[in-house]
């Protein structure tokens, strides 16, 4: 018996929604993305949505609406996936790594304050395991900077901050569809935002910077420029057939489109939208086999004193994608390696990203998080997933009673 820390779970039905796609006219981008589009965001309860290839690919195409380019810094999390701050070095700006916050081990909205320079273009805080950050303080430091915030929720889809839906409240905000996600898509992602500027931006960067739309063509004016007048228009065919002694009239009609920015080939596949279409529907119970798996690891560990269990931020309803306990007063490397023996397999959420060599070596060698890197040494993350059973977990819970003991 294997137990992994986490798993997809596929019924019939999503196995049925993706045979019907392979079945129909359109494989790639098609009719079921956009639909997979308006499920999330009726469900989010926001006005646009852009389903793309990866969560990563969602947060470098987040950076890149923002404007965030070379000289800029964003300040995010070291407590993260890695691709949280490797996003910002794609636009070839400069991650900052603010410290968490020792109790609900998300970034410190105080130290995100005492990072901030007149280089500070957005912040990317991130949803770990779950819980939402403590988006309130966070957003009144975005305004009070004139900065943009970027939500990492890759962990946070059905999460709520304050009775709001997590993907409603900042200027942008992503999820991830991978497969040990809340619901997953093989690999995708998806970003939300109630700014249409934005949301033109994000729909344009996934697809090459190539566009169709009639507003924007105006072949190398500045697309964000709508107001396009009959001068500029003739000003702009004039300036085609001027040296090249191109017509003008090659260069409209049903077949034309236009690059009007270096965009990036981000696009979903509307096999993989079915699929989400299909595990959306089940996104409630996923979300209540958690929570109940959760209660049942904290009654278990809540009298445990070498256990650290999860604590909350109040006002917050946490979708639970980690389950992460701290070790102490034992070996951590000792636990884990015996916990993987016995089947489980464990995992430790995350390694703070300025450690890795590619950050040692262009620059970080002396950022140092305390709370993060404290929180590093302990850490392991549990099996949680919809298909975990009870016996399962029981055994999980036995048998890291037993090493501890």
Avoid at 212 to 234: S, V
Avoid at 371 to 399: C, G, M, R
Wanted: aromatic fraction near 10%.
């Amino acid at each position: 018996m294997y137990i992994p820390y986490g798993h997809q779970s596929i019924k019939e039905a999503d196995i049925q929604a993706v045979i019907d796609v392979l079945k129909s006219d359109f494989l790639t981008t098609g009719p079921k993305v956009e639909e997979f589009e308006k499920k999330v965001a009726d469900y989010i309860g926001v006005n646009y949505a852009v389903a793309i290839a990866n969560g990563t690919a969602a947060l470098h195409a987040a950076c890149y609406a923002a404007g965030i380019s070379e000289g800029d810094e964003v300040i995010t999390s070291p407590i993260t996936f890695a691709a949280s701050a490797n996003c910002i070095l794609y636009c070839k700006a400069r991650p900052v790594f603010a410290d968490i916050d020792k109790e609900t081990y998300n970034i410190d909205p105080e130290d995100i304050e005492r990072k901030i320079t007149n280089r500070t273009k957005a912040i990317i805080p991130v949803d770990f395991t779950g819980q939402p950050c403590d988006l309130d303080r966070i957003l009144e430091i975005a305004k009070k900077h004139n900065l943009i915030v970027i939500e990492d929720a890759a962990h946070a889809l059905g999460a709520s901050y304050k009775g709001k839906k997590i993907g409603s409240i900042s200027d942008m905000t992503i999820f991830s569809f991978h497969p040990v996600k809340h619901i997953t898509t093989g690999e995708g992602g998806m970003i939300m935002t109630n700014d249409q500027k934005l949301y033109e931006k994000l729909k344009l960067f996934r697809t090459h910077g190539i566009t169709r739309e009639e507003k924007y063509l105006l072949h190398g004016m500045e697309w964000e420029n709508q107001e396009k007048t009959e001068e500029k228009k003739q000003k702009e065919e004039n300036s085609l057939a001027e040296k090249w002694k191109r017509d003008p009239e090659d260069y409209k009609g049903p077949w034309y489109y236009e690059q009007i920015e270096l965009g990036y080939n981000y696009r979903i596949t509307d096999i993989q939208c079915a699929l989400g279409i299909s595990q959306m529907d089940r996104l409630g119970e996923f979300i209540e086999r958690r929570k109940k798996l959760v209660e049942q690891y904290n009654k278990a560990f809540s009298d445990c004193a070498d256990i650290v269990i999860p604590k909350q931020l109040n006002n917050t309803d946490n979708s639970w994608h980690l389950y992460v306990i701290q070790i102490l007063n034992h070996s951590r490397r000792e636990i884990f390696e015996k916990l993987r023996e016995a089947g489980i397999g464990v995992n430790v959420h995350y390694i703070p990203v300025y450690t890795f060599p590619y950050y040692q070596r262009n620059g970080y060698q002396n950022v140092y998080c305390k709370n993060a890197e404290e929180l590093y040494k302990h850490l392991i993350s549990l099996p949680l997933y919809f298909d975990l059973t009870d016996k399962q977990q029981a055994y999980v819970i036995d048998t890291l009673k037993s090493l501890l003991k």
